[in-house]
DNA sequence: ACCTGAACACCGTTCAAGT
DNA sequence: ACCTGAACACCGTTCAAGT
């Protein structure tokens, strides 16, 4: 049974894949090394995955499906939606090399799935669908705009990548602002440092509250 | 002068890196070819730029010193978030190549001068500096987060990337479970046309305007 | 039918050698 | 002091040649 075989195949890939984006990063994976770590020609990939994309859209879904982020049902929706969005956002970040191809990758099964759990769930709380896609995709988009800034701020060597204050403007009698800017520029550090998710996701979560009554009414 | 010289020098550089980019995009930028493009050796550039990771955060400086997102002032503040957000998320969907590496890349002055601005704006209209930094970094996640999904859109080559239909579980008597989502299904693919900052930005500057109401009293 | 090694056309970066 | 060409160690992918 080939098909079984090939299946087989596909899946050791993709998991040596994972093995070495966990060790090397998303960045430096090559179809060379996952080959070299399977003792195959790297050629013999280019059946399964047609392409080096191909390979890395079937181990992000894998990577997903692993990091298991949809919560027991039981939740109230405030909760459960939170859950679902911390999860993502701490399994990517324990893999930063991923965001670079958030945007760049094809979505699968697994994404969908995830996608179908939340609309029902919210669904289920009161929400139309229209509103539950809505509210899923604003999720997601915090969680991967989350993600991104926190990445940036990794890849930041210095303490300092460009000080505020160089760029206040010289303002002449403006000195109120000036002082403004500097309250400014002493705190950008400490929200750079602070866990993304929870600068958007309160946001997002208070508005669908707000909608949820406005809708009940 | 060799200070002027290197500056000119390296704006040269940039300007040639950015033509690159609009012509072949991001991930396609080479030292080789900005060099080619101003007939000079590759290794020229390495005075300027000690890494290609250099040029690339100079240019992505550069184009959003180009984008040119603040707008005037005078307008309302949540016309002129809606205003920065809407720029932002336009350019970057206008060069969508730039996504991968939103994450992965230091942000400069420029970036900064926009910060800035932002929380200027909001303090002058009644939020704290930790309300508006707060603010900002939210509407940046959802900026960046909406590309994401913009671009991932993009990137899909047929028109479904896998069926939610596909991934319903057989749930036994659910049936009205099951046409739900069939609903869903049908509603995915338009959301994921739609304009994707105006599914999370409405909610973020709904939030902040409660937010605003509530410190006032 | 399947797998492979060599080869192609790239890449970022180093470094000794030119001027 | 500055710039350069050749070279190193990679890369994704093609393809003719093996079994």
Redesign the pocket.
């Known amino acids: 049974m080939?098909k079984a075989?090939n299946a087989l195949?596909r899946a050791a890939y993709v998991a040596a894949a994972l093995d070495v984006i966990g060790e090397v990063g998303v960045d430096?994976?090559?179809?060379?090394?996952v080959?070299n770590r399977l003792n195959?020609?790297?050629?013999?990939m280019?059946?399964h995955?047609?392409?080096?994309?191909d390979?890395l859209a079937a181990s992000l879904e894998e990577f997903i499906s692993r990091a298991n982020v949809v919560p027991d049902a039981g939740l109230p929706w405030e909760q459960w939606v939170g859950r679902v969005a911390r999860g993502m956002y701490e399994a990517l970040c324990g893999e930063l090399s991923w965001v670079p191809l958030l945007g760049s990758l094809r979505v699968g099964s697994q994404a969908i799935a995830v996608t179908e759990a939340f609309v029902g769930k919210l669904c289920a709380a009161g929400f139309s669908v229209e509103q539950a896609l809505r509210a899923y995709f604003a999720v997601i988009q915090v969680v991967v705009g989350a993600v991104c800034l926190r990445a940036s701020l990794a890849a930041r060597t210095g303490p300092r990548p460009g000080s505020l204050d160089a760029v206040v403007p010289p303002s002449g009698p403006g000195s109120a602002r000036r002082e403004k800017m500097k309250a400014v520029s002493g705190e950008l550090e400490v929200f750079l440092r602070r866990d993304q998710i929870e600068i958007g996701l309160p946001l997002v979560i208070d508005a669908l509250r707000a909608q949820l009554k406005e809708t009940r009414i």
């Open positions: 080939t075989r195949n430096k994976l090559s179809m060379r090394n080959a195959v020609s790297p050629m013999a280019y059946k995955f047609p392409t080096k994309d390979l």
